[in-house]
């Protein structure tokens, strides 16, 4: 049984930081390329971060570049969101996502809250 099960949502301040956390068991993780999604409230999901299996590679939507970065720890079955200089139109709802293209596999953990407000 596959789980992708996020952490590390919360309440920030405008201007902070925080660290998302996502651990997936149940699968070859370094067999899947893995991306964050996140949802606000009356807006379509949005693909805001993704990194190839090896970690090689990453994307960015425009709207988190240079602020956000992926990173995965295969060792450990776990990729993570580095979000700093936060604001209110960050607040949504952040999803992982793992997918393998190969075997047009893909699953997705339940999500996390977050929300930037004063």
């Known amino acids: 049984q596959v789980q992708l099960v996020e952490s590390g949502g919360g309440l920030v301040q405008p201007g902070g930081s925080l660290r998302l956390s996502c651990l997936a068991s149940?699968?070859?993780?370094?067999?899947?390329?893995m991306s964050w999604y996140r949802q606000a409230p009356g807006k379509e999901r949005e693909l805001i971060a993704t990194?190839?299996?090896?970690?090689?590679?990453?994307n960015y939507a425009d709207s988190v570049k240079g602020r956000f970065t992926i990173s995965r720890d295969n060792a450990k079955n776990t990729v993570y969101l580095q979000m700093n200089s936060l604001n209110a139109e960050d607040t949504a709802v952040y999803s992982c996502n793992a997918r393998n293209q190969y075997y047009k596999l893909e699953f997705w953990g339940q999500g996390t809250q977050v929300t930037v407000s004063s």
């Open positions: 149940g699968l070859t993780f370094n067999n899947y390329a």
């Open positions: 990194m190839t299996t090896n970690g090689g590679r990453t």
